[in-house]
């Protein structure tokens, strides 16, 4: 069993900058693949960016460059940097961890996540 907390959001101007934290207990969680997701109203759950165990990470390509996963296994923390914030970015974003080894294929599929954080709210004002 995981359990995911996610904090850091909050409301930001455009261009702005936050730091995004998933802390994790459990025996698994640094064995863990772990994604973030976001979630605008009256849409679909969006991947944004993973990383695995090992440290690969993985980006939609609309996020590479202004966006940044990163974890710290010793303190159980997955980290999203996310710079050159615009409106469009505003939703609530959540962590999620997978039970077992995700192939690559699937890294980008709500479907391949089982354990999630109750999420964090990031508004970017223009």
């Known amino acids: 069993q995981v359990q995911l907390v996610e904090s850091g959001g909050g409301l930001v101007q455009a261009g702005g900058s936050l730091r995004l934290s998933c802390a994790g207990s459990g025996r698994t969680f640094s064995t863990s693949a772990i994604a973030w997701f976001r979630q605008a109203p009256g849409k679909e759950r969006e991947f944004v960016a993973a990383i695995s165990w090992s440290g690969t990470t993985y980006y939609v390509n609309s996020k590479k460059g202004r966006f940044t996963i990163s974890r710290d296994n010793a303190k159980n923390t997955v980290y999203l940097q996310m710079n050159s914030l615009k409106p469009e970015d505003t939703a609530v974003y959540y962590c999620?961890?997978?039970?077992?080894?995700?192939?690559?294929?699937?890294?980008?599929?709500?479907?391949?996540?089982?354990?999630w954080g109750q999420g964090t709210q990031v508004t970017v004002s223009s």
């Open positions: 999620a961890a997978a039970r077992s080894r995700i192939l690559t294929a699937q890294i980008m599929s709500v479907t391949s996540y089982d354990y």
